[in-house]
């Protein structure tokens, strides 16, 4: 029997996309900070590419939000009618436990989707120190039994 490549299995719940992330990152053990992004859309499947952004700064800035919400809209409208869930892993050195930081991002995300309103949804993971881990869950709502 074969497995079906990643990309061919449904996401149906917050443990099930943790898991695609410590597949994908594995091992989630990071030199430097990023960011990886990746698209979920309304059939749990997961687009079959993931978009690291290297060279991360310890915190957001307006540029790299925006850009960020120019490829989301880019993403979606060609790729998934519009909508989509954006899965991000926040991706850095150091022990796997949250930090200030960390939740800083989370906050900065949720001020950027908010102020755009366009139906789509989001999550963030950290993986580091060996670990990944949620820390701004996706809303329920979006996984599909």
């Not at 990152?25 to 979920?40: D, H, K, M, Q």
């Not at 690291?52 to 540029?63: F, G, V, W």
């Not at 800083?104 to 989707?113: I, T, Y």
Request: charged share 20%.
């Amino acid at each position: 029997m074969t497995k079906p490549p990643l990309a061919d299995v449904p996401i149906r719940s917050a443990d099930d996309l943790t898991r695609r992330w410590a597949r994908l990152l594995e091992p989630p053990v990071f030199g430097a900070r990023s960011l990886w992004l990746a698209w979920i859309g309304n059939d749990g499947l997961m687009l079959p590419v993931v978009v690291p952004i290297d060279d991360l700064p310890e915190l957001s800035d307006y540029r790299l939000l925006v850009g960020l919400r120019e490829l989301h809209g880019a993403i979606t409208e060609s790729h998934l009618d519009g909508k989509a869930h954006l899965a991000m892993a926040l991706c850095r050195p150091g022990s796997p436990e949250e930090t200030n930081m960390d939740y800083e991002w989370a906050h900065d995300f949720r001020g950027l989707f908010e102020e755009v309103h366009t139906g789509s949804t989001w999550s963030l993971h950290l993986a580091a120190g060996g670990q990944v881990s949620e820390i701004a869950a996706a809303p329920p709502q979006i996984w599909r039994q």
